[in-house]
């Protein structure tokens, strides 16, 4: 069964620190991974899709690696600001298990002005 | 382009009644999956459906079911709801069954409450 573990469970950082958000999964299986952030009460909006086959990927200030040998991904954030403050998940889709996302519990973020 | 929509927002049930809620995919979207997001339990796969058919199925009671229609809308139904039903539930949309390369698209959610 696979299992996703995030890394803290909570952060809390002053404005403008590059910070590392990280998320383990047990099942080096994956057909990808996708970072998700959610805001308090709100649905889930997608940051990076990662397929297993890639390394990392790149969306402006973020930066998403995947190491699958190692069971790993790291969502780096950079220059943080207030308006990054959310529950940042990681998801990993197993090739074997259709579209079934396996979260893990989440990284709760609050960037201080 | 729309994005997921889910309705209605917010549901407050009484214990022992049943619910109905409605997601809308991405236009041209024909894979839909539900989660239900608890504070103790996080977020949990309930079901998958692609084609009008149930392709996966995760570890809930059978109180909890759903469907599809052929425009792709889906509906999931709570029956018999008990006070631990209480829940966020997602709806996600993908271009199709096993398709990965575009990742899922979630819906703003509906919040459950069950009095």
């Known amino acids: 069964k696979q299992e996703v573990t995030q890394i803290p469970a909570a952060l809390s950082v002053p404005e403008g620190e590059n910070l590392v958000l990280n998320c383990s999964f047990t099942?080096?299986?994956?057909?990808?991974l996708q970072w998700f952030r959610q805001d308090p009460g709100k649905g889930l909006t997608s940051l990076l899709l990662?397929?297993?086959?890639?390394r990392e990927q790149t969306s402006g200030r973020l930066n998403a690696s995947l190491d699958k040998s190692s069971g790993r991904s790291t969502l780096y954030i950079a220059a943080s600001q207030p308006g990054d403050s959310a529950t940042y998940l990681c998801?990993?889709?197993?090739?074997?298990?259709?579209?079934?996302?396996?979260f893990g519990e989440g990284t709760q973020l609050t960037v201080n002005p | 382009k729309a994005g997921v929509t889910q309705t209605p927002r917010y549901l407050i049930k009484t214990r022992g009644q049943q619910v109905t809620l409605s997601c809308s995919p991405i236009?041209?979207?024909?894979?839909v999956s539900w989660y239900q997001q608890t504070p103790g339990q996080g977020l949990q796969f309930l079901f998958e459906?692609?084609?009008?058919?149930?392709?996966n199925k995760g570890n809930f009671p059978g109180r909890f079911s759903g469907r599809q229609f052929s425009n792709s809308r889906s509906e999931m139904n709570v029956s018999t709801l008990e006070l631990g039903d209480s829940a966020l539930y997602l709806c996600?949309?993908?271009?199709?069954?096993?398709?990965?390369?575009?990742?899922?698209?979630f819906g703003s959610g509906t919040r459950l409450t069950v009095v």
């Open positions: 459906y692609f084609s009008e058919t149930q392709r």
């Open positions: 236009s041209g979207h024909r894979s």
């Open positions: 998801a990993v889709r197993l090739g074997t298990s259709g579209s079934r996302l396996t």
């Open positions: 996600a949309s993908s271009l199709g069954f096993r398709t990965g390369d575009y990742g899922y698209t």
């Open positions: 099942d080096s299986a994956i057909y990808n």
């Open positions: 990662i397929q297993s086959s890639q």
